[in-house]
């Protein structure tokens, strides 16, 4: 059994996530399979079944929840370097599990659990024309491989270059360890090294369980 299988085991007995028919007596709550591998974690229909390698798993309320922006206002974002973050204004956070440090940074420490992240923006520009496949790649201590990336969409041309929107949505992953990192980062096409000016962006971290 790997690490990863015994943390999420271990997380889910901990927390009572499954209930002994595999289905909620309560309300508002979302399925979902948690690979005992990976450590991925997909939504699922309250009467679906997990794989064999998969612990099936209930989510109540959010226990903790922070509201970021993007840092814009012409950032340079280079190849290969994390995007920079600032609470938003107005926003709303609770529950100590999500923290940062200073005004402005680029990485955002969360507690062991399993969490919601929610990614949206527009207005991302290009100087380099005729390029495209551009990601927003989530790291999780490093790791690349937990998190799907987001895509940069172009929008339309315009003062000289590209204008790039990020495609929205939600992930949901889990943390094994706590005072572990999440960072965003620029990754350009390959054989690109093009940097990109920040635009505006929502970032909305939720911890489930």
Not at 25 to 33: G, I, P, R, T
Not at 127 to 151: H, K, T
Request: hydrophobic share 40%.
């Amino acid at each position: 059994m790997t690490r990863v299988s015994v943390i999420v085991g271990a997380f889910v007995v901990a927390l009572g996530l499954a209930t002994p028919t595999g289905r909620a007596s309560a309300q508002n709550q979302a399925f979902a399979c948690a690979n005992l591998n990976s450590g991925a974690i997909k939504i699922v229909a309250p009467n679906a079944t997990c794989g064999s390698n998969e612990q099936r798993v209930v989510l109540g309320g959010a226990l903790a929840g922070a509201h970021y922006e993007c840092v814009h206002a012409s950032v340079v974002v280079d190849p290969g370097a994390a995007y920079t973050f600032t609470p938003s204004s107005p926003g709303a956070s609770f529950g100590s599990a999500i923290s940062t440090t200073g005004a402005t940074f680029n990485s955002i420490l969360l507690q062991q659990g399993i969490y919601q992240i929610h990614l949206s923006g527009y207005g991302f520009f290009l100087q380099q024309p005729n390029e495209l496949g551009f990601i927003i790649e989530p790291l999780l201590n490093n790791n690349p491989a937990i998190i799907p990336s987001w895509v940069l969409q172009l929008q339309g041309v315009g003062g000289g270059g590209q204008i790039f929107n990020i495609v929205g949505g939600d992930r949901l992953f889990s943390v094994g360890s706590n005072n572990s990192s999440l960072q965003f980062f620029h990754i350009p096409p390959p054989q690109s090294q093009a940097s990109v000016i920040s635009g505006s962006c929502e970032l909305v971290i939720t911890k489930l369980q």
